[in-house]
């Protein structure tokens, strides 16, 4: 079974781009949620969507953005960037229902704003 | 809000020993979950064990053990015989039931010693 897979693992921007970031949850797993990580801040939660809605949301200004689609797969999306926008940007993806609440991380996306 | 605490920014254990790491949190929930999580050098953050605050007795995964203390809203993680895999770092992390959103704690940098 495929895990959560997230793309790309790597990539630099300058500031004033922006960028979008892929994830592919774990087959059947409809839940998907994005967390930032950083040396100064730590694990931050970005967003939840499930079923194509977007039902939690972090602390993060607008620029922040994502979206599901109909096959679960999720985008996240950094407009403007900002030299502290440098993180390691992480995709999880659940189950719902008895036995979940367990999310499953993928490897990560490494943004570098220069 | 939730808060996670991690007091122990690093530790160190030799090989084959035990090692406790600490953490307490704060909320007003009765339904949620605990969690430790582990993310090595490789980046991929890996569940360890997960704890549902309704029941009293303590989750265990072979090496892994944790010592959950409700009243004192204490959740500690103990590894034994310790291996040099067990190199990385840990989180805390809470999750309100219902809510696929996961607060996290600062980590404890884990290192062990051959």
């Known amino acids: 079974k495929a895990g959560v897979t997230q793309t790309p693992r790597y990539l630099i921007k300058t500031r004033g781009q922006q960028v979008t970031l892929s994830c592919s949850p774990i087959?059947?797993?409809?839940?998907v949620s994005w967390y930032q990580q950083t040396p100064g801040q730590g694990l931050q939660f970005l967003f939840e969507?499930?079923?194509?809605?977007?039902?939690n949301k972090g602390n993060f200004p607008g620029r922040f953005s994502g979206r599901q689609f109909s096959n679960s797969r999720s985008e996240m999306n950094v407009s403007t960037l900002e030299l502290g926008d440098s993180a390691l940007y992480l995709c999880?993806?659940?189950?719902?229902?008895?036995?979940?609440?367990?999310?499953?991380f993928g490897a990560g996306s490494r943004l570098t704003v220069l | 809000a939730q808060t996670v605490t991690q007091s122990q920014p690093e530790m160190s254990v030799q090989e084959a020993e035990t090692v406790t790491l600490s953490c307490t949190y704060d909320?007003?929930?009765?339904?949620?979950?605990l969690f430790w999580y582990k993310q090595p050098p490789s980046r991929q953050m890996i569940l360890v064990i997960r704890q549902e605050a309704y029941k009293q007795q303590n989750a265990t995964e072979n090496r892994f053990s944790v010592n959950f203390q409700k009243a004192a809203k204490s959740f500690s993680l103990k590894i034994s015989d310790s291996q040099l895999g067990d190199t990385a770092m840990y989180f805390c992390a809470f999750m309100k039931g219902g809510y696929q959103k996961v607060t996290f704690g600062t980590g404890t940098k884990l290192q062990v010693i051959p």
């Open positions: 087959s059947g797993h409809r839940s």
């Open positions: 909320t007003s929930e009765n339904n949620y979950y």
């Open positions: 999880a993806s659940s189950l719902e229902g008895p036995g979940a609440n367990v999310l499953t």
């Open positions: 969507y499930f079923s194509e809605t977007q039902r």
